[in-house]
Structure formats: C-alpha cells, structure tokens
C-alpha cells in the first residue's frame, strides 16, 4: 500500500482523545517509555492508559517491545505523517476550489 492509500481514519480517531495526544507528546519528548512510566505522569489508571495504548498501536502511532512484563513503547511518527500528507491534500483542493470560486465572483 503506496502512502497516499493509507486511510486516515485511524490515527485520526486516535488523537480525537486528549489523553491518547498526551501519551503521545510524552513518548515524543520523553523517548521510549513502559506502561508504568507514562501512568506515572496521567491523573488516570494505569489500566486506562493500556487502554489508550492499544488504541494508538492499532493506528500504528506506537510501538511496543519487549517481554509481556515490561513492555517499552515508542512512537513511531510514520502514520502521524501519512495523516498530514492526508490533510495538507484535503486543503490543497478546497484551497485550489475556493480559488476558482473566488475567481468566478470577481468576473461578476
């Protein structure tokens, strides 16, 4: 699957969450981290943020390794840039349709 076939909607849905944006930030400055550590620094359970972890593996934002025990996660920007690939195009063509638009009006 070539980057522009990449579907969005998954990381999309997974920074809908203020939470899931914070792991995120926390990886991104902290560097890799376990599940211990980043429930250290969110006023949730530890198992909310295995939770929100899941969410953001799924959509490929984060990397787990390690043992089942002491898993360590890393984020790994890829999808996130795919995602404003995504969005940059979005606004290109409304940009490129508002343009024609504008211009249509102006002949008037």
């Known amino acids: 699957m070539t ?3 990449r579907d969005p909607g998954p990381v999309l849905f997974a920074l809908s969450d203020p939470t899931r944006r914070e ?4 990886l991104s400055e902290e560097g890799p981290q376990t599940l211990s550590d980043l429930s250290a620094d969110f006023p949730v359970s530890r198992q909310a943020v295995a939770k929100h972890l899941v969410l953001l593996e799924d959509a490929g934002l ?3 390794s390690g043992d089942t025990r ?3 996660y890393r984020i790994t920007p890829e999808p996130l840039s795919d995602a404003m690939e995504w969005m940059v195009d979005v606004g290109a063509t409304w940009d490129s349709r508002l343009a024609r638009l504008k211009r249509l009006l102006d002949r008037r």
């Open 3 to 5: 980057r522009r076939e």
């Open 23 to 26: 792991v995120l930030r926390s």
């Open 62 to 64: 984060v990397e787990a």
């Open 70 to 72: 002491r898993r360590t």
